[in-house]
């Protein structure tokens, strides 16, 4: 591979300029011009090896019959808390303490990002405590109610 445009190089050794162009080069054999005498040099590449280690993970042996059966855990749920989806302001709460819900029933109303948002009941129970009223600020996650 001859340059077309030479590659100029200035280097100073032990307080000596040199003004270095690479006229050439074919494989690892380059042609250099030093202060204007031609030079062919032989390039040694270093071999670089990664210092990432290549890992190596024992098989695993597939799932035996009693792993691959799924267990039925019933757990008793106590309260399921309703949550505010986004901040916003409480507008109307329609239930109390003690009132029976449905699923999917209207709980309150709130006002999030400039449009009105109902809160929805996300299982049929018993309210056992409602922690906003009219007029209340509320954060994103913030506990609005709790359903037993």
């Known amino acids: 591979m001859t340059y077309t445009n030479m590659k100029k190089f200035k280097f100073t050794i032990g307080g000596d300029d040199f003004d270095v162009e690479l006229v050439s080069e074919e494989d690892n054999m380059l042609r250099l011009e030093v202060n204007g005498t031609e030079y062919e040099v032989e390039l040694h590449r270093e071999v670089i090896v990664p210092k990432t280690p290549i890992l190596v993970r024992a098989e695993v042996p597939p799932p035996t019959k009693k792993e691959t059966r799924i267990t039925k855990t019933i757990t008793k749920t106590t309260n399921t808390a309703v949550k505010s989806p986004l901040p916003g302001t409480i507008i109307t709460v329609l239930i109390k303490e003690g009132d029976q819900v449905r699923l999917g029933q209207k709980l309150l109303t709130m006002e999030a990002m400039k449009m009105e ?5 996300e299982k049929d129970g018993l ?22």
């Open 117 to 121: 948002n109902n809160i929805l009941a």
């Open 127 to 148: 309210v056992s405590s409602v922690k906003v009223k009219p007029g209340d600020s509320v954060l994103q996650n913030d506990v609005l109610l709790e359903i037993e």
